[in-house]
């Protein structure tokens, strides 16, 4: 599959710029009922995120491509299929290449909606 189905990609979900910490991607964002959020990234063209960190947890799924998560200065590859569970605090960067689609599970949440703005 080369791309999210449409519903997933429905413009109510799509993440604004000013809540990703990587230029040029697409994310759409879910709610969870706890307060959780789940984002699903596409990102079309190799991208570095800038350096950050939470207040909750993350776990992030690589579904297709392959990505480098940077936590605290240690390299993790990752490729489709491959999972990585960051805890609340770590500082952290992300070295992705184009066509790469990841989804990532956010125990706070992490991102506003385009609308919302």
């Known amino acids: 599959m080369p ?3 449409a519903f997933v990609r429905n413009p ?3 993440i604004a710029r000013s809540s990703q910490f990587t230029d040029d991607i697409e994310g759409h964002v879910f709610d969870g009922a706890d307060g959780s959020q789940v ?3 596409t990102c079309k063209a190799d991208r570095i995120s800038k350096e950050h960190s939470h207040d909750f947890d993350e ?3 690589v579904i297709e491509g392959r990505c480098t998560a940077i936590l605290e200065g240690r390299r993790v590859e990752l490729a489709a299929g491959h999972e990585l569970h960051i805890p609340k605090g770590t500082r952290q960067s992300m070295e992705v290449v184009a066509g790469t689609r990841t989804m990532h599970v956010f125990g706070g949440k992490r ?3 385009a609308n919302e703005r």
């Open 59 to 61: 776990y992030v799924l």
């Open 12 to 14: 109510l979900n799509r």
């Open 39 to 41: 984002a699903l990234w």
């Open 3 to 5: 791309d999210f189905p």
């Open 111 to 113: 991102a506003e909606r």
